[in-house]
């Protein structure tokens, strides 16, 4: 088995400084985080990231961080210009928003651009130090899509098997991605990898299109599962890998004796209520003002719902210091405000709002009460939350409300209750319809969703896309153990 390495923007954790010498150390938060742990601890490797603080990484904090991985860390420092223009500006104000077609949200500032592949061409540098002969090397995610182009820029490539890279979130349609002013050097970047994986076949199909219409000299051929593109002389493979979650470990977690008491607790403190879940980082692509109108529109329109609901909504802190999330923030404040202002009665309370992250334990216990989980998001690459749910209904009770633009639709589709989460009505009619249905439907379609995660779980993932990426693993001189 070859060698695995991650590279991916941030480390499974943060560090972070709480006064001279002090430090504390958070595990991130976050959907690539959450899938590609587990698979690392399993197999070994080595995890090449950002440990999430501007300047020096001190030695100290960050072996103490590592000691009990698993799996070696290998950071990446990044100044406080490069965090601000390159993770904060062109990743998360440019590429962020354009790939979720949030185009208006976009800050097409010149400066990011250069930042963004200085940054990558670090990552690239740390490869080249870490990799040896035939290891797999798997970039992950947006912040990264020039590593390939960085290191066939210093010839890199030649002695190293299989550069693949999977992409998180989704892919834009043409008329989206051709609004990006780097959108040739991009698509020249990303066609430098070997394979490039995508969660959906909707990204798969939008990739292709740009390719196609932006890159005259590469050339598609199209096969059932998987294409290939030819460009410069190399064949590059694209296909759709939907990411899933560890199964087990979260079924597990919601059987085991703590997290059953707290889901019990929880319970009881809203007698006769169904219980309505939503839980996200804060992000504008997660569609969570849509949601509360539309929980609001189904308290005006449906009274009977007065009084039998409460909607719990999590939202884990993430990308504060970006001022439109900050913004965001506020509208969700004033939104709950406005639904607790109106309805609330002295024995009941519509909204109970949590701003900040729950940890693992709670946050099943959450997953294991709630009648109903509710995600809207205005487009989500996959929406790890829906799978997460499923997996702890070990009861196969509970609905499942889900955007159609989210990539686990393209999986849950006949069974999860799918609603555009840009129609406040339609979503409300959904609420109720997931409230009134008999818990023989809601078993029926809870069991096959749980087939469905169980089957399709993080380890299918990781196994699929390494079987796709090893068929790439090139004969390469074995004289140079080292790059
Ligand atoms: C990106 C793509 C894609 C949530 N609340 C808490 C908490 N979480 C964990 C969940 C889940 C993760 O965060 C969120 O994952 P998502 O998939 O929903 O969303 P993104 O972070 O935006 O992830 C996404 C994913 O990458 C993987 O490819 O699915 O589309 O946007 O795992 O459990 N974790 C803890 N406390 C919380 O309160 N500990």
């Known amino acids: 088995m070859n060698r695995l390495i991650i590279v991916s923007n941030r480390l499974p954790f943060a560090l972070d400084s709480t006064g001279e010498d002090l430090w504390t150390v958070t595990p991130a938060v976050g959907g690539l985080v959450s899938a590609v742990e587990p698979v690392l601890r ?213 059987k085991s004796e703590a997290v059953t008491q707290r889901s019990q607790q929880l319970r009881a403190s809203f007698p006769e209520c169904q ?39 999590i939202v884990v802190p993430s990308r504060v210091e970006i001022p439109r999330y900050h913004e965001f923030k506020g509208r969700i404040d004033r939104l709950v405000g406005d639904i607790n202002g109106r309805f609330s009665t002295s024995t009941w309370i519509p909204v109970q709002y949590h701003f900040r992250g729950l940890d693992r334990e709670e946050l099943l216990a959450h997953y294991r009460a709630c009648d109903i989980a509710f995600l809207t998001p205005l487009k989500d690459g996959m929406n790890l939350v829906a799978k997460e749910y499923c997996a702890c209904r070990t009861d196969e009770d509970g609905a499942l409300i889900l955007s159609q633009f989210a990539g686990a639709a393209e999986q849950l589709k006949p069974d999860a209750l799918l609603i555009n989460p840009y129609d406040v009505e339609l979503m409300a009619d959904t609420i109720v319809k997931a409230f009134r249905m008999s818990p023989a439907e809601r078993a029926a379609r809870m069991k096959r969703m749980r087939r469905n995660v169980r089957k399709e779980n993080v380890f299918w993932w990781v196994d ?19 790059l």
Not at 464 to 482: C, E, H, Y
Request: with cysteine; aromatic share 12%.
């Open 275 to 313: 219980l309505i879940l939503g839980s996200d980082r804060l992000d504008y692509s997660k569609g969570i003002p849509e949601r509360l109108r539309a929980f609001r529109n189904a308290l005006e329109r449906y009274a009977d719902l007065r009084g039998c609901v409460v909607m719990i909504q």
């Open 42 to 254: 399993e197999r070994g490797g080595t995890w090449i990231g950002w440990p999430g603080i501007a300047g020096k990484i001190p030695q100290g904090p960050l072996a103490e961080a590592t000691r009990d991985a698993g799996y070696n860390v290998v950071p990446v420092a990044l100044s406080e210009t490069e965090r601000d223009e390159f993770y904060y500006g062109y990743s998360n104000e440019v590429i962020w928003p354009l790939f979720h077609d949030l185009q208006n949200f976009c800050n097409f500032e010149p400066a990011y651009w250069q930042a963004y592949k200085q940054v990558n061409e670090r990552y690239a540098d740390a490869i080249i130090r870490s990799a040896q002969l035939d290891d797999f090397i798997w970039v992950h995610d947006y912040h990264l899509m020039y590593v390939a182009q960085a290191l066939r820029e210093r010839s890199a490539p030649q002695q190293l098997s299989a550069l693949t890279f999977f992409l998180h979130i989704p892919f834009p349609p043409y008329d989206i991605f051709s609004k990006l002013p780097q959108q040739r050097r991009l698509l020249r970047a990303l066609l430098q990898f070997d394979l490039l994986g995508f969660q959906t076949r909707r990204d798969v199909r939008n990739f292709l299109q740009c390719v196609r219409r932006i890159m005259p000299d590469a050339k598609v051929l199209s096969r059932a599962e998987m294409h290939v593109i030819r460009f410069e002389k190399r064949k590059i493979r694209v296909g759709h890998f939907p990411i899933g979650i560890d199964f087990d470990s979260f079924e597990n977690g919601a």
């Open 464 to 482: 699929s896309f390494l079987a796709a990426g090893s068929q790439l693993a090139r004969r390469v001189p074995r004289r140079r153990r080292n």
